[in-house]
């Protein structure tokens, strides 16, 4: 029989204080030691904050690291769980899903004790982390494929006051876009096990090649100004610079009409960016089949008024992959 998964260390010492979160072996791979930061400071809000759930978007995990660097000193109140790598086989392999068992962690919560790892990594975190607070962060990107703007992203809660408040805390961050992603594949998803909890869940996104110091200083300071919004720093919240603009908007996606998918195999040519607004039948892309000298190339257009979202940027794409992303500001 194998041992149940355990932290290191008492989470609810006083101070700052690190372990692991220790998920237990299996048939398929040893024990593995996620190293958990916790910043307790006593009563007030208490906030868990994850990244590298997917393994080849490192933003997350970088951003993570910088907070326990700063955020003991700065943390006024109430506790601040930090785990940098929820899926360390899939950070250090770089792909978005666990090499291991090939899953993907946010799409198997709220886990399998007696599963596979990536299944004992999500029942290990909603054992003995999620229980531990009423707000979560899970830091994410879309990955090198995608340009994507910084971002935080939720997905339509059945709840209206569970919704409210989360759009709320997805605004406090004050990135150049708020989300409420109509997304085709919630099943098992992390935010979703915690909304069912009646937990506040942010998940932030950006996209765009590779990880770049731009890039983390803007989400870092999403961040920080969700940590003011929540009171657990202080400071005055701004909106980070982004493309000469300090600004932000709340926008909402609809299915199927929003997701642009490849009409053929090949390349796709972005023909605008992300966050331009676009008009019916305004071209999004070309799609350039590679493999036969008399196969055409694809206009893609956008189907309605919309704002772009987000955009692929590079990979060789199949029939059906998504291209573009569209939304529309939210209907409150
Ligand atoms: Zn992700």
Do not use: C
């Given at each position: 029989m194998s041992e149940a998964p355990h932290l290191t260390f008492d989470l609810d010492k006083p101070g700052i204080s690190k372990?692991?979160?220790?998920?237990p072996k299996g048939a398929d791979c040893e024990a593995l030691s996620l190293p958990v930061f916790s910043l307790n400071k006593g009563d007030g809000p208490r906030l868990l904050i994850t990244g590298g759930c997917h393994g080849n978007e490192l933003e997350g995990p970088l951003v993570a690291r910088r907070l326990v660097e700063w955020l003991p000193e700065a943390q006024t109140c109430g506790r601040v769980i930090i785990v940098p790598v929820l899926n360390p086989p899939a950070v250090q392999a770089f792909t978005r899903n666990t090499p291991i068992d090939?899953?993907?962690?946010n799409r198997?919560?709220?886990?399998?004790?007696?599963?596979?790892?990536?299944?004992r990594i999500a029942d290990a975190v909603s054992r003995l982390l999620l229980p531990t607070a009423d707000t979560v962060f899970d830091l994410h990107s879309f990955g090198?494929?995608?340009?994507?703007?910084?971002?935080?992203?939720?997905?339509?809660?059945?709840?209206?006051a569970l919704m409210a408040k989360t759009i709320g805390m997805?605004?406090?961050?004050?990135?150049?876009?708020?989300?409420?992603?109509?997304?085709?594949?919630?099943?098992?998803?992390?935010?979703?096990?915690?909304?069912?909890?009646?937990?506040?869940?942010?998940c932030a996104e950006l996209?765009?090649?590779?990880?770049?110091?731009?890039?983390?200083?803007?989400?870092?300071?999403?961040?920080?100004?969700?940590?003011?919004?929540?009171?657990?720093?202080?400071?005055?919240?701004?909106?980070?610079?982004?493309?000469?603009?300090?600004?932000?908007?709340?926008l909402q996606t609809r299915r199927p009409a929003d997701e642009l998918k490849s009409p053929a195999r090949g390349i796709f040519e972005p023909r605008c960016s992300m966050l331009d607004e676009v008009k019916q039948g305004d071209?999004?892309?070309?799609?350039?089949?590679?493999?036969?000298?008399?196969?055409?190339?694809?206009?893609?257009?956008?189907?309605?008024?919309s704002i772009v979202c987000g955009i692929r940027s590079g990979g060789y794409v199949e029939v059906d992959e998504w291209l573009a992303l569209l939304a529309r500001p939210l209907n409150r």
């Open positions: 372990g692991h979160l220790v998920v090939g899953l993907n962690l198997v919560f709220p886990g399998r004790a007696n599963g596979s790892v990536t299944e090198p494929t995608w340009d994507f703007p910084p971002s935080t992203t939720t997905h339509p809660i059945s709840d209206p997805a605004e406090a961050f004050k990135l150049p876009m708020t989300l409420v992603w109509d997304h085709p594949d919630t099943p098992g998803m992390f935010d979703i096990s915690a909304h069912n909890k009646g937990k506040v869940f942010v996209g765009g090649g590779t990880v770049g110091a731009e890039s983390l200083a803007i989400y870092e300071a999403g961040v920080r100004n969700a940590l003011i919004s929540l009171g657990l720093i202080e400071g005055k919240a701004e909106y980070p610079m982004f493309r000469q603009r300090k600004s932000s908007q709340t071209l999004i892309g070309i799609l350039h089949p590679m493999d036969s000298s008399s196969a055409d190339s694809n206009d893609v257009r956008s189907p309605g008024p």
